[in-house]
């Protein structure tokens, strides 16, 4: 019981007793100061309680005031704010830098509405992307408002990139089961596709298989497919980052799959599905192309996924990206130095 409530229970014992009192008298005069005492005891029932919860939250307010002051600058790589925690050790380490991120494709989403599609017709069952929209907050000024891929930074306790990966998707959407799930021999490893001139979205496979006439080849669209497809080196200048050095990551790239049954409810019935940086939205091909500024260099990394190099219409100055090839790759050591 809160001490409010524990007021209104003493007060109303102590006006039923009042009341009672009134009733079983027959003396006039007592009747009248057994109402004045009800009417003086209810009176200052509020005006104490008035005073002190008038208190009580104005110390709340503040209190939570400071705290909302302080947890404002909490972002999701777990930094006190801009200077301290995940995101100042990944920023020191300048060009050594680890990351792990996802293009997360949704299969069966049209505006909203979970639909289904005959895997056996000539339609293609809608795709949405699942992004995250940096929060207006964000430390890093350029990148507030900008779309970034899910996943982030590698911590001195991951071992591979899928560690990473796994563990900031957990964080990212509160620790679904598919990400648990996800077995590491069971990953298609596509990543020769970013050495190639072919789009990282379409299966390799059914792109050898098509003839020259033949429509463009379908993407896989079984839930729970996992495709790796390579690393790129992100490098973002300071004048992007308004910070005195340069900074660059390696980045682990990977494709997954999902049903709409897999998001969190909080995507299918969006009310903000605020997550530690930003928010999650579900995006069409055409609205990250065309509509889209991205974190970090990803408007690299779609217009590469989908094949449509110089597609992306709002770049960041300062933000490049490249290839890195596997046998590079394979000689890096994943776990951050610093």
């Known amino acids: 019981m809160t001490s409010e409530e524990d007021h209104r229970s003493r007060l109303n014992i102590i006006i039923g ?7 079983t008298t027959n003396n006039t005069n007592s009747k009248i100061a057994f109402l004045l005492a009800m009417v003086l005891t209810t009176l200052i029932f509020y005006l104490s309680t008035s005073s002190y919860y008038y208190y009580a939250s104005s110390s709340s307010s503040s209190s939570s005031s400071s705290s909302s002051s302080s947890s404002s600058k909490r972002y999701g790589l777990g930094a006190g704010d801009n200077t301290t925690g995940e995101l100042k050790a990944a920023l020191r380490r300048k060009g050594d830098g680890r990351a792990a991120v996802a293009i997360i494709r949704v299969i069966g989403m049209n505006n909203g509405d979970v639909t289904t599609t005959d895997s056996n017709s000539n339609n293609h069952a809608p795709i949405q992307y699942l992004v995250q929209v940096k929060s207006h907050d964000y430390p890093i000024e350029a990148f507030r408002g900008a779309v970034s891929l899910l996943g982030g930074n590698a911590n001195p306790m991951d071992k591979t ?6 563990r900031e998707l957990n964080e990212e959407l509160h620790f679904p089961e598919w990400v648990n799930d996800i077995d590491a021999t069971k990953i298609i490893d596509n990543s020769k596709l970013q050495l190639s001139d072919k789009p990282l979205v379409y299966d390799p ?11 463009p080849p379908r993407p896989t669209l079984t839930p729970g497919t996992i495709r790796y497809l390579g690393a790129t080196l992100h490098f ?3 004048e992007l980052m308004n910070r005195p050095n340069p900074y ?7 494709e997954i799959t999902l049903s709409p049954e897999q998001l969190p409810p909080s995507v299918i019935n969006p009310r903000g599905a605020n997550i530690q940086e930003g928010r999650l939205v579900l995006l069409t091909e055409d609205q990250l ?3 889209s500024k ?8 779609i217009e590469r996924y989908f094949g449509k190099g110089g597609a992306a219409v709002h770049k960041m100055v300062g933000a490049a990206v490249s290839v890195v090839d596997e046998n590079t790759w394979n000689k890096l050591t994943w776990t951050p130095s610093k």
């Open 236 to 238: 973002q200048s300071s």
């Open 205 to 215: 496979e059914e792109e050898e298989e098509s003839k020259e006439n033949d429509p």
């Open 289 to 291: 192309i065309q509509y």
């Open 294 to 301: 991205f974190a970090w260099g990803y408007e690299y990394t």
């Open 17 to 23: 007793r009042l009341r009672a009192a009134i009733y």
């Open 161 to 166: 990139p899928l560690d990473t990966l796994k």
């Open 248 to 254: 660059a990551f390696l980045c682990g790239l990977y």
